[in-house]
């Protein structure tokens, strides 16, 4: 079960190390245009600082067993919140293409089951 907290720390580290270094390139794919020093800080800070601090706490869950199971109800949270706002605006705005916005979706949902998982099969283990 681990490796499912592993493999979401670094897709959040990943994430956060790309918008800290090229917030703009981040972006992109969602038509942002980010061309000011406040439009960069507002991408290299909800996408990156918050990445790193995610992955860093995930990190924490692994070796901390009393927060664990917060810490990945907080996550798999979060991630059903982004999730559902994709949903929303899809409901609410025109139709996309698949890329980026259902792949995401998709990406945010299978992530937080996981880690939805891992704590519902350690809370029935006890």
Same mark, same amino acid.
């Given at each position: 079960?681990? =490796?499912? %907290? =592993?493999?979401?720390? =670094? #897709? /959040?580290? *990943?994430? &956060? +190390? /790309?918008?800290?270094?090229?917030?703009?390139?981040?972006?992109?794919?969602?038509?942002?245009?980010?061309?000011?020093?406040?439009?960069?800080?507002?991408?290299?800070? %909800?996408?990156?600082? /918050? &990445?790193?601090?995610?992955?860093?706490?995930? *990190?924490?869950?692994?070796?901390?067993?009393?927060?664990?199971? *917060?810490?990945?109800?907080?996550?798999?949270?979060?991630?059903?919140?982004?999730?559902? &706002?994709?949903? =929303?605006?899809?409901?609410?705005?025109?139709?996309?293409? /698949?890329?980026?916005?259902? #792949?995401?979706?998709? %990406?945010?949902? %299978?992530?937080?089951?996981?880690?939805?998982? +891992?704590?519902?099969?350690?809370?029935?283990?006890?």
């Amino acid at each position: 079960m681990n =490796v499912i %907290v =592993v493999l979401v720390g =670094v #897709f /959040f580290a *990943g994430m &956060g +190390v /790309f918008a800290l270094a090229a917030p703009a390139a981040l972006a992109r794919p969602f038509r942002i245009v980010v061309e000011h020093p406040e439009s960069r800080s507002e991408i290299r800070a %909800v996408y990156g600082g /918050f &990445g790193v601090a995610t992955a860093a706490a995930l *990190g924490l869950a692994l070796i901390s067993p009393g927060l664990h199971d *917060g810490i990945l109800t907080a996550v798999g949270c979060a991630l059903a919140g982004m999730a559902l &706002g994709r949903v =929303v605006s899809r409901v609410l705005d025109r139709p996309t293409a /698949f890329y980026p916005i259902w #792949f995401y979706a998709l %990406v945010e949902i %299978v992530a937080a089951g996981l880690l939805a998982t +891992v704590v519902l099969t350690r809370a029935s283990a006890t």
